[in-house]
Structures are given as C-alpha cells and as structure tokens.
C-alpha cells in the first residue's frame, strides 16, 4: 500500500491534501472513536465555515459508522452532517515510525473507541472482537502534504489513541512545532499493556516546546510557548469534549 492509497486521503494536482481555498484554519483530531464528537464540535463552532478537520481514526468500523453524513457529538451539540469541503476522514493508525507499514491492531467488542495498537489488559474489562492489520504512518507524511504557503500554523491537534498518544505527537517531528493547542489522552489506566508513565509522557511534551495548561483525570492540555501569542491574536481557543 502507498500513502494515498490510504482510505480518505485526497490529494489535488500538486500532490498535497485537498483543501479548499476557502479554508482558513486546520485543526487535527487522532482518535475519533465511533461518533468524533471533537471533531463535530469544532464544525459546529464554526460558524463562518472557514475550518478543515482532519479526523483520523485506525479502527475501520468506527470509520464506517462515522461515514461521511452525521457526527454524534456529546451535548451540548447535536447532530452534524458533515461537509466534505471542511472535513477529511483518514483510516490509518498513527505511530512513531520512519514510514507506512502494516500493524497489528486490536478492535475490542461494545466500544470501538477503546481499540488500541496496544493490546488490551484485564483492567479494560471488554472482550478483542477481531485482531487486524492496519495502515500505520507517521504524523509528518500527513502534515508535510499541508499546503503551508497558506497556513501559518495548526490551530489545535487533539490525540486519545489508547496509551499511544506519545509516539503520535513526536511522529509530527518538527511539524509539531507548528502546533498551538495539543490535548492528549495522558493514561489509561493500566488497560493496555506497554503504554507510556503519565510523568514521562509530560516531560517529553514539555521538552518539545510546550507548558502544561491542565491536567485532569486521562488528559492533559498543553500550548507551544513559541506560538502562544497567537492566541489573543486570532482569538484561538483549545475546546475539547475532554474538558
């Protein structure tokens, strides 16, 4: 499998991710689970219509239940349908490799959202419906395909990849470095087997650029200090279902 060959990946004539021109700001959701609900909040936010979302999610049920006609958000928002000028959809699993290969995956039965490349523990208390390979790749080979010569920045990249958030954000590489907002899923718990220390995921981030905003129950907020007076400048905020 080559790079565009992936599910939802839509490239123009220049080779680069299909934006349109009427486009003003990018954020990135890692993690959509079976309703994206961040990810149609955020369109619903956007009253002006001049937001893309890139979701990208590994398990290939959850992509098909999300579909490409309604999101279901946690309240207060309902509903949305999405639209495919603001909206990409990717089936892929991210993690911090060198290029595109193929990995075990595991979908767990009742709540896609919990299915991990990391093999579910006892802890998690659901059942593996089926054992997969999946599409895996690095953040950059998506973030280097943004046609940058209209963008300055990404405005937010929110990650809850089941004890796999780390290698996520530093698969990014230097990209990350055009991240304001970041909110990561910190733990899980112990219900996967190999994931992160909660401390060694923040001092990494922490390393990269970033101060920690909050840090509430799985997931901790962060913002790019280089990049932080963009917040009062366009009016930036890090809204997240999370919160």
């Given at each position: 499998?080559?790079?565009?060959?992936?599910?939802?990946?839509?490239?123009?004539?220049?080779?680069?991710?299909?934006?349109?021109?009427?486009?003003?700001?990018?954020?990135?959701?890692?993690?959509?689970?079976?309703?994206?609900?961040?990810?149609?909040?955020?369109?619903?936010?956007?009253?002006?219509?001049?937001?893309?979302?890139?979701?990208?999610?590994?398990?290939?049920?959850?992509?098909?239940?999300?579909?490409?006609?309604?999101?279901?958000?946690?309240?207060?928002?309902?509903?949305?349908?999405?639209?495919?000028?603001?909206?990409?959809?990717?089936?892929?699993?991210?993690?911090?490799?060198?290029?595109?290969?193929?990995?075990?995956?595991?979908?767990?039965?009742?709540?896609?959202?919990?299915?991990?490349?990391?093999?579910?523990?006892?802890?998690?208390?659901?059942?593996?419906?089926?054992?997969?390979?999946?599409?895996?790749?690095?953040?950059?080979l998506i973030l280097e395909k943004i046609p940058w010569n209209r963008f300055e920045f990404i405005e937010h990249m929110k990650t809850d990849t089941q004890g796999k958030d780390l290698e996520v954000v530093l698969s990014a590489g230097n990209y990350l470095d055009k991240i304001v907002y970041l909110d990561c899923e910190v733990s899980t718990g112990g219900c996967y087997e190999n994931e992160n220390d909660v401390n060694m995921i923040i001092n990494k981030i922490i390393s990269r650029g970033f101060k920690v905003l909050s840090i509430g129950g799985e997931n901790a907020s962060f913002v790019n200090v280089k990049l932080e007076h963009l917040i009062r400048e366009h009016n930036l905020n890090n809204y997240t279902c999370n919160n």
């Open positions: 499998m080559k790079f565009e060959e992936i599910n939802g990946i839509k490239l123009n004539e220049s080779g680069l991710l299909d934006i349109p021109q009427h486009i003003k700001r990018i954020k990135l959701d890692v993690g959509l689970s079976w309703c994206a609900p961040n990810s149609a909040a955020w369109l619903q936010m956007d009253t002006r219509k001049e937001l893309f979302v890139i979701g990208i999610e590994a398990n290939r049920f959850a992509c098909q239940r999300i579909g490409n006609k309604v999101l279901n958000p946690h309240p207060p928002y309902e509903n949305c349908v999405i639209d495919n000028n603001n909206y990409m959809l990717i089936n892929c699993a991210i993690d911090d490799v060198l290029n595109l290969e193929m990995k075990t995956f595991y979908h767990v039965a009742i709540d896609p959202g919990t299915s991990s490349l990391l093999k579910p523990t006892s802890r998690l208390k659901v059942d593996i419906e089926e054992i997969s390979e999946v599409p895996t790749i690095p953040l950059f």
